[in-house]
């Protein structure tokens, strides 16, 4: 367990951020953080104790050109990043790479550094793979957002730093956003709301879910280990999915749900099946990681959330 460090955070208003506050609040009790993020308020919406936490500061700027004149870390997580209908390809490259850049100019800077954890993403392995991902396979990212991790872990390798990468797939829990073009949240939100349940390919898609609980609980386990420096891990649930599977278990999952699965396109015999699941392996051999969730418990402790919130939108 982490304690009586000196933590530098980036990302901390985020999912990532939101739910180790939430799932682990012993990290602000025993240990002294520098928060980074362009809108702390984002965060302390959530969680106005923060602000008068006294172990807590907060550094509001853009990653790109942060300056910090302490250099006292022993613990550096940077998960910053910035996607979605608001951000352009290029912001969300660009943010990526040259705040990771910046970021590991700082860390230099620190002598007692003993590590930078680096979220990374299941992304730079590609889209549409027909098999599992595995950490020795070729990195093929079509996208900004998985261009700029592969190009931050290759900075990250080749810095000098002690670097560990988490390659982080597919989450559910607290504060996952609902109406975004995961289908998971929107599956989640079409109960929540009562509406029918609409599969917007043909299904056959195969994911995985981890709640975010346990995605705490590794990324945690990764920052206190003794890992070697420059290695790569998966992280997420290995409990493969189809995506019409995963509507019938949300559509269960559901207090009377009593809408209709609706599935827009018909399979063609003969399509390979687009896959995006981990092999988490090499994680659960070399750190004993903890056995994840249940889909199911995870869509339920979802659903829970946000019925008790009431921010499903």
């Known amino acids: 367990m982490l304690e009586g460090k000196k933590i530098l955070m980036t990302g901390c208003s985020g999912f990532f951020g939101k739910n180790i506050f939430y799932h682990a609040p012993y ?6 953080i520098t928060l980074l993020s362009r809108n702390p308020e984002k965060l302390l919406s959530f969680f106005p104790h923060l602000g008068k936490n006294k172990n807590l500061s907060f550094l509001s700027c853009d990653i790109r050109n942060f300056s910090c004149k302490e250099y006292d870390y022993d613990l550096i997580i940077h998960g910053a990043a910035s996607f979605g209908r608001d951000v352009t390809e290029r912001d ?17 800077k620190n002598p007692r550094l003993e590590k930078l954890l680096f979220v990374s993403s299941g992304a730079v392995y590609g889209r549409r793979l027909t098999e599992i991902q595995s950490e020795d396979m070729p990195l093929n990212p079509c996208e900004p957002y998985g261009m700029g991790k592969k190009e931050a872990e290759e900075m990250c390798i080749l810095s000098g730093v002690p670097c560990v990468i988490a390659r982080c797939f597919a989450f559910a829990g607290e504060f996952m956003e609902l109406n975004t073009h995961f ?14 349940i609409v599969i917007k390919g043909d299904g056959t898609a195969v994911r995985s879910f981890m709640y975010s609980g346990d995605l705490v609980k590794v990324l945690l386990l990764l920052a206190e280990s003794k890992t070697a420096s420059g290695r790569i891990y998966n992280v997420g649930s290995d409990e493969a999915v189809s995506i019409g599977e995963l509507a019938e278990i949300t559509a269960q999952c559901g207090e009377d749900f009593s809408g209709k699965i609706i599935t827009e396109k018909k399979y063609v015999p003969g399509t390979a099946i687009d896959i995006y699941v981990p092999d988490i392996s090499r994680i659960r051999l070399e750190l004993n990681t903890p056995s994840s969730l249940s889909l199911e418990e995870t869509v339920r402790r979802t659903m829970e959330f946000f019925r008790s919130t009431e921010t499903y939108g």
Do not use: M, P, Q, W
């Open 183 to 196: 289908a998971i949240g929107n599956f989640i939100s079409d109960v929540l709301h009562g509406r029918d």
């Open 92 to 108: 969300t490259y660009d943010i990526i790479r040259k705040g990771t850049e910046n970021i590991l100019s700082f860390a230099k």
């Open 27 to 32: 990290l602000a009790e025993r240990n002294k």
